[in-house]
């Protein structure tokens, strides 16, 4: 059985601290129960993976701005690569190609997709191995995933069932987030929670790329993604289908997909720089490097990052999407594999731009040998030890150096230890919009 894990939403119900870059689901903020040390969602998902033995089998759908947070935070996973956002058809259709081209999969094997925020424990997981023995026994289109509810919730969808077998329920159809009194009466009707999970064999994906005339390679599904259509993968498959069974989960489960649900699962009510007196049910994040008092708060959320300041009753920020939605400014945290970037400070002045950014490379990374058009670059080195090439020329750098980088200069950096410094641009372009990359492999920048 082979795994596709659903990566690629931006999440960006978790502002200030989800943005285009750092979606939801790479924000360390949860527990590892092993470690003790904080993890994001997608860690604390795949490790669960691991320990059930699926990890081999798995693949990651995301968007190609997520890659450096994923590798980051898991390593050298696959990862089947979104080139824009079409919706979560596109994307099980995308990864199913992977599968077929890149990790050996049979038409006949079969495939699970899950969502990667569910908390929940390990049951889950053993729950998710058995739908492969369901759609064999039943002969069913998809075989579903339902968490068996614990209170009638308005927030989340439910699988309707039309009959009860020994293992599973004939699915009748679905209700998406209904009323607490609908949901009451549903209960009572035996619904389950939707929990996003979904089986089928191979090829009942690589039948519809067929239809909309695409072959089942990788490389030719990318290319052509925008053939896709932009539609759920509940209503191109499961509203289509004429045979559809669900498994019953009984254990733990909840959707971390609002401030309101994700702060019931922090281990404290506090991170960050934070000092608080007399607050009731108050969770504060503080991203920033300057305090934030909080004094008889109640039923509060307050987060705040580079991106933004949030202060919200717990309830109402789950509306939170609808009032950044004209929020355009660039992310100001970015995570790459190689290390994190801070933006500080952005000025403009007539036509030249200044960009102040904080830098931090890890041990033995280095960035690619590039240079700039329209802008200089000045970097102070405040932590750490490394090595810089500019034009071919090798010099160490520590703590305290100063590095002035003329326009079209080609240079390069590397980290002997931890690297941390403090990077100006100054010009008429600033950013990714002005970088001119010739290679990233540093033996290779060495010779040159």
């Known amino acids: 059985m082979y795994v596709i894990l659903l990566s690629g939403g931006s999440g960006k119900r978790l502002w200030p601290l989800s943005n285009d870059l750092r979606s939801k689901q790479y924000i360390k903020i949860l527990k590892d129960e092993k470690s003790g040390d904080k993890c994001s969602m997608i860690q604390r998902v795949w490790g669960q993976l691991k320990e059930e033995g699926l990890v081999d089998n798995s693949v990651i759908c995301a968007s190609i701005a997520q890659i450096d947070s994923i590798k980051s935070q898991l390593g050298d996973v696959k990862i089947a690569k979104e080139p824009d956002r079409r919706d979560t058809f596109a994307a099980v259709a995308l990864s199913c190609a992977y599968l077929t081209s890149k990790a050996g999969a049979k038409e006949d094997d079969a495939v699970c997709v899950i969502p990667v925020d569910p908390y929940t424990d390990q049951s889950y997981f053993k ?91 990788y490389k030719e599904i990318f290319n052509n993604y925008d053939k896709l259509p932009k539609i759920s993968f509940d209503y191109e498959v499961l509203e289509k289908a004429t045979q559809l069974v669900a498994v019953p989960f009984f254990g733990m489960w909840k959707d971390l997909g609002t401030w309101n649900t994700l702060t019931e699962e922090m281990e404290s009510a506090t991170l960050g720089y934070v000092k608080e007196d007399s ?142 410094f403090i990077e100006i641009h100054l010009g008429e372009a600033v950013g990714d919009e002005d970088i001119n990359r010739i290679t990233f492999n540093w033996k290779e920048i060495e010779r040159k």
Not at 148 to 173: M, R, W
Not at 289 to 298: R, S, T
Request: include cysteine.
């Open 279 to 420: 607050c009731e049910n108050t969770n504060i994040i503080n991203e920033l490097e300057v305090p934030i008092v909080a004094m008889g708060l109640k039923d509060t959320i307050v987060v705040a990052s580079l991106d933004g300041l949030l202060v919200s009753d717990k309830h109402q920020s789950s509306y939170i999407k609808e009032v950044t939605k004209g929020f355009n400014l660039p992310p100001r945290f970015e995570e790459r594999r190689w290390g994190s970037i801070k933006t500080l400070d952005i000025e403009q002045c007539d036509k030249v731009q200044t960009v102040t950014r904080k830098i931090i490379l890890y041990k033995d990374m280095s960035s690619s040998y590039h240079y700039h058009n329209k802008r200089d670059e000045i970097w102070t080195i405040i932590k750490g030890k490394g090595e810089m090439i500019i034009e071919g020329v090798l010099k160490q750098i520590q703590e305290g150096s100063v590095i002035h980088i003329q326009k079209g200069l080609r240079h390069a950096v590397k980290a002997t230890t931890e690297l941390e």
């Open 127 to 217: 729950t998710l191995k058995t739908l492969e023995n369901v759609l064999e026994k039943t002969k069913a289109e998809v075989v579903l995933m339902g968490a068996n509810p614990t209170y009638p919730s308005a927030k989340y969808g439910y699988i309707l069932p039309k009959t009860n077998k020994d293992d599973c329920i004939e699915v009748k159809g679905f209700k998406e987030k209904p009323t607490e009194t609908e949901a009451s009466a549903l209960i009572d009707q035996g619904a389950l929670w939707n929990c996003g999970v979904f089986c089928f064999k191979l090829k009942t994906i690589l039948n519809k790329l067929s239809h909309y005339g695409l072959s089942t390679d």
